[in-house]
């Protein structure tokens, strides 16, 4: 749901909000082009308000929720162009395009790169590592990344199940326990589905491990161990592009290291599965 000049409607607002959404309001108009970069989180920490605040003002001026908000706010301030991309114009000619696109996902895995604990990707391997199973999500842009995901601990041997669907998710995530792994991918970290089925698992006694974009988002609350990635896409478009050259980029270095902590098995496992879908190729 997008709503037509935010800034317009805050403004027409502002004399009749209490005080805590006069603040938010105040910070949003006076920030707009930084607001477009945060996370609700975030927000509701400047303002020294609650996320639901934030998420309270969004519904006032007719939006969804806050990334519906940031969204509309862009839609604003940018030019419709970089609604496909931020680097490109109008006038770009295809090998223009190409490179700028190419340069554009080298940057975030060089970003990503720049920014990732060590420290939480061994932490994050020792978790899977003990773990009975492993189940993992994803909605939207992020479900191909956790099915990959699963895909990959599938042919090294792990036990392991991804699951999609948001009702599923809920389900699934009330009915695990100490004995499970449960690995988000969420780019925003804000995404309803995936923050509920997180703090299911994580109230249910599962080990949680998340890869996300933003420092400070609502996801991270019930995360146990948070793999960043550092991509610039949610700044204007509505759907992630390079975040996900940075899931994936996380995600093979997360299956390499769980692949040489159990060598002799994940080798045998894959010399396995290969086996059987040679039989697959002409």
Do not use: W
Not at 104 to 111: G, K, P, T, V
Not at 194 to 208: D, N, P
Request: proline share 2%; charged share 20%; hydrophobic share 45%.
């Amino acid at each position: 749901m997008v709503v037509n000049s935010v800034l317009s409607r805050l403004l027409a607002m502002r004399p009749s909000l209490g005080p805590t959404s006069g603040r938010i309001a105040d910070f949003i108009i006076e920030n707009a082009a930084t607001v477009v970069h945060m996370s609700v989180t975030e927000v509701a920490e400047r303002t020294n308000a609650s996320e639901g605040s934030v998420v309270g003002l969004c519904q006032q001026i007719g939006a969804k929720g806050f990334q519906s908000l940031k969204i509309s706010l862009a839609q604003d301030l940018v030019q419709p162009i970089q609604f496909i991309h931020e680097d490109l114009k109008r006038t770009d000619e295809v090998p223009a395009v190409v490179e700028k696109i190419f340069h554009s996902n080298i940057r975030a895995l060089q970003d990503t790169l720049s920014i990732l604990d060590s420290a939480a990707m061994i932490e994050a391997v020792d978790i899977i590592r003990k773990a009975q199973r492993i189940e993992v999500y994803g909605i939207g842009s992020a479900a191909p990344i956790a099915e990959d995901a699963h895909y990959r601990m599938l042919r090294i041997g792990l036990n392991c199940k991804v699951v999609v669907d948001s009702h599923v998710q809920a389900i699934s995530a009330s009915v695990t326990d100490p004995s499970v792994a449960a690995v988000t991918l969420s780019h925003s970290g804000s995404t309803r589905e995936t923050v509920l089925a997180t703090r299911l698992a994580k109230e249910a006694g599962a080990k949680t491990i998340c890869i996300t974009n933003y420092c400070k988002s609502p996801i991270q609350a019930y995360a146990d161990v948070v793999l960043y990635t550092m991509a610039r896409e949610t700044e204007f478009r509505t759907e992630a592009m390079t975040s996900r050259i940075a899931q994936l980029a996380i995600v093979d270095a997360l299956i390499a290291c769980l692949a040489l902590a159990d060598y002799d098995n994940a080798v045998s496992t894959i010399q396995h599965t290969f086996d059987v879908l040679s039989a697959k190729r002409y």
